[in-house]
């Protein structure tokens, strides 16, 4: 097993681009979510979904649109990059999204917005 | 919401053992987990806790009071390699699904 996979690594952007960043499981777990990390602010929840076709919002959704047609695959696009969305991304993985549930992150997307 | 109090930085020598605290509100507390990240590495799952209590994983211990909304992670025989940030996690919602919320992390340096 892969486990959790994101790419790319490492992305520069300029104000306003879009992008996508890819997350991809191969555990057939149902619960994915999406964090983000900056420096001192701990791993905040973007968005994060219960199963294929379900999704809803976290802490910092503001600026991230997300969809999951399929178990394995959580996409997180980017629609207008700012700077304040230089970050490191993760992206993480649980059973069911139960208590006991371990989650499982990916390496993380490094993201610059110049 | 959910928000998570735990100390920015420990330092401890070789050997020792130090305790890593975590204080939590939550609404509708389903159980307080901890986290180890190397570097900036993707995050790893060390222990999680539902009911009061100690839950003891070789050299990791951790505790729960939920009266008290308080953790705590114990490690014992601290080796280089233990040197990292740890984070407590609280999962809890309201809703029909339940989140998991971190804290802000602690950063443990440990010396020779």
């Known amino acids: 097993n892969a486990g959790v996979t994101q790419t790319p690594k490492f992305q520069v952007l300029k104000t306003g681009q879009s992008m996508t960043l890819q997350c991809a499981q191969d555990?057939?777990?149902?619960?994915m979510s999406w964090y983000r990390q900056d420096p001192g602010m701990g791993l905040r929840l973007i968005h994060y979904?219960?199963?294929?076709?379900?999704?809803d919002q976290g802490e910092v959704p503001n600026g991230y649109n997300v969809s999951r047609s399929t178990t394995e695959d959580f996409p997180l696009r980017l629609l207008s990059a700012a700077p304040s969305q230089t970050s490191v991304y993760f992206c993480?993985?649980?059973?069911?999204?139960?208590?006991?549930?371990?989650?499982?992150f990916g390496p993380g997307t490094r993201l610059t917005v110049l | 919401g959910q928000s998570l109090e735990q100390p920015s930085e420990v330092t401890a020598v070789e050997g020792a053992i130090v305790q890593i605290n975590c204080t939590y509100q939550?609404?509708?507390?389903?159980?307080l987990s901890w986290y180890q990240q190397h570097d900036g590495g993707a995050p790893t799952f060390l222990s999680y806790?539902?009911?009061?209590g100690l839950e003891e994983t070789g050299r990791f211990s951790s505790f729960l009071s939920r009266s008290d909304s308080y953790g705590y992670l114990l490690l014992q025989e601290l080796q280089m390699k233990d040197s990292a940030s740890y984070f407590c996690?609280?999962?809890?919602?309201?809703?029909?699904?339940?989140?998991?919320?971190f804290g802000k992390g602690t950063m443990l340096l440990v010396s020779p």
């Open positions: 993480a993985s649980s059973p069911s999204g139960g208590g006991a549930d371990t989650q499982y």
């Open positions: 555990m057939n777990h149902e619960y």
């Open positions: 979904s219960v199963g294929a076709g379900i999704t």
């Open positions: 939550t609404s509708g507390f389903y159980g």
């Open positions: 806790n539902a009911l009061d």
């Open positions: 996690a609280v999962r809890g919602g309201n809703s029909g699904y339940s989140t998991l919320t």
